[in-house]
């Protein structure tokens, strides 16, 4: 379990793994992280990315001069403080799914 991590109290499994094949995939140097993998889609698809994402790309498989494309993003949706997006129960289903998908502990 070293590799788990705690994260608003619920422990997230960062274990994985990443299968890629391609002329410029290259073995990790580094450990690559789930987070990473959103803005290396992008830019495997040259698709636009519409928010600034935390992860990096992971050069070893899209190639070291590879980037995400930024867009502009059309509009933002603001959301009172005290409006709920998700209700308890919605909340409890989406949790219980990821404990059966081995995300959640």
């Known amino acids: 379990m070293s590799d788990d ?4 109290g ?17 073995p990790f140097t580094t450990t690559p992280y789930l987070i990473d993998m959103a803005p290396t889609l992008l830019t495997a698809l040259d698709a636009p990315a519409g928010i ?3 992860g990096s790309v992971l050069s070893n498989v899209v190639g ?9 993003v059309a509009g933002t949706v603001e959301i ?5 997006t ?3 129960t919605e ?3 989406m949790e219980e799914h990821l404990r059966g998908l081995g995300y959640l502990e």
Do not use: F, L, N, Y
């Open 5 to 8: 991590r705690r994260m608003d």
């Open 10 to 26: 619920v422990i997230v499994r960062m274990d994985g793994v990443i299968v890629a094949a391609g002329p410029r995939v290259t």
């Open 52 to 54: 600034k994402h935390t």
């Open 64 to 72: 070291s001069e590879a980037s995400v494309k930024s867009q502009a």
């Open 80 to 84: 009172e403080p005290d409006e709920q």
């Open 86 to 88: 998700v209700s308890d």
């Open 91 to 93: 909340a409890d289903e």
